[in-house]
């Protein structure tokens, strides 16, 4: 069933109350985005909250229901991580146990959950639920996401996706079974921010990084894992042809170790710059107002193609088909696992956005 009637077959409420639960990280939050288009697309009065990290707050804020939009309702910030670091304290404890009253204070007839991981599950199981909640998650693991098995023990619904299942489709796909709707996949083209916000975004809005010229293109060079990194030499050669081509080259870094890197970097190419560290909600502003984001599969990469900004997407050694974006013209992917790209293709792919 596709309509509005299909959410009274599970004995749910026509504006039922929704919990979204994937907490991290930055890609995979942004990955999530989609969903609460489709919820709203069908079910326009739906309360709908989610609970995220609080490192990634900020991704959440632009759709918070406002001035007429309804987007999320409620964000509940989830601080495991730092909890961990600080098990023994006391604070840590009166901010669990204020998180689980927030979480508590509304009984959820629907939890979404698309993480598929142990602490995502224990959220699930704190909430509160309505008789007849319906509590879906991932059934099984995908290739090269983790997943941990026993979630599924946490759920009352288990849902079969395919093990090769781009991460927006595969939270579609939760969703869709959730609430006993068709899958809604790719022929409707999944939307992330509204577009008032994304065109408001410019680098006066945000944080202007001292010596930053237009035009720049940033180069996002750091990943977590060692083998998804594009080659340093590579990084040079295409930085020498974009400023070669009147670019400021932009080398960001989030760590210690990403700076001395972007330094080495930088060193090799004329009017490089290597700017100050800047948080996930200033990178909005960054990445708007920049000609060109090149990067490789990371989070901030993912930022920009989510904002439809131009992005050239690198894969090195990881699945394409995992979190390509498709969903614009101004996106480029190039690459794939063990298959990284030639400095050539990169190139092309820039100037295919640039000119």
């Keep these: 069933m596709s309509d509005l009637s299909s959410t009274y ?19 995979d939050v942004l990955h999530n985005l989609p969903i ?22 900020h991704l959440l804020r632009p759709l918070l229901s406002r001035d007429g939009f309804r987007g999320i309702d409620r964000i509940i910030p989830f601080c495991l991580r730092r909890w961990k670091k600080n098990l023994f304290k006391l604070s ?14 509304t009984s959820y007839d629907v939890i979404i959950e698309t993480q598929g991981l142990l602490k995502s599950a224990i959220v699930c199981s704190l909430a509160s639920k309505a008789p007849n909640a319906v509590i879906a998650g991932l059934a099984n693991a995908t290739e090269f996401s983790g997943y941990e098995p026993i979630a599924r023990s946490f759920y009352n619904q288990s849902v079969q996706v395919p093990t090769q299942c781009h991460a927006v489709d595969r939270s579609r796909w939760v969703m869709s079974s959730a609430l006993d709707w068709l899958l809604v996949d790719r022929t409707i083209a999944p939307q992330f921010y509204l577009k008032t916000y994304v065109d408001s975004l410019n680098i006066n809005s945000g944080v202007a990084l001292k010596d930053l010229k237009s035009p720049y293109v940033l180069c996002f060079h750091s990943t977590a894992r060692e083998a998804k990194r594009w080659p340093n030499e ?52 960054v990445i708007a107002g920049a000609a060109l984001t090149v990067g490789v599969d990371t989070g901030l990469t993912h930022l920009a193609a989510v904002l439809g900004e131009p992005t050239v997407e690198i894969y090195c050694d990881s699945p394409r088909w995992k979190t390509e974006g498709y969903w614009s013209n101004n996106i480029r992917n190039v690459g794939d696992i063990q298959e990284p790209p ?14």
Excluded: C, M
Excluded at 50 to 55: F, L, N, S, T
């Design 9 to 27: 077959s599970k004995g749910l409420p026509s504006n039922p109350k929704i919990l979204l639960v994937k907490l991290s990280s930055l890609g």
């Design 36 to 57: 609460v288009w489709d919820l709203r697309t069908r079910l326009p009065h739906a309360q709908i909250d989610w609970v995220v990290e609080e490192g990634y707050v």
């Design 92 to 105: 840590t404890w009166q901010e669990f146990f204020a998180f689980k009253k927030k979480l508590q204070e």
């Design 234 to 285: 590579s990084w040079i050669a295409l930085g020498k042809e974009l400023a070669a081509r009147g670019y400021q080259v932009v080398l960001p870094w989030g760590s210690l170790a990403e700076q001395s890197v972007s330094n080495e970097i930088a060193a090799h190419i004329p009017n490089a710059l290597v700017p100050r560290a800047f948080s996930i909600e200033e990178a909005f502003s």
């Design 342 to 355: 030639t400095v050539a293709e990169v190139i092309e792919a820039s100037l295919s956005l640039l000119i």
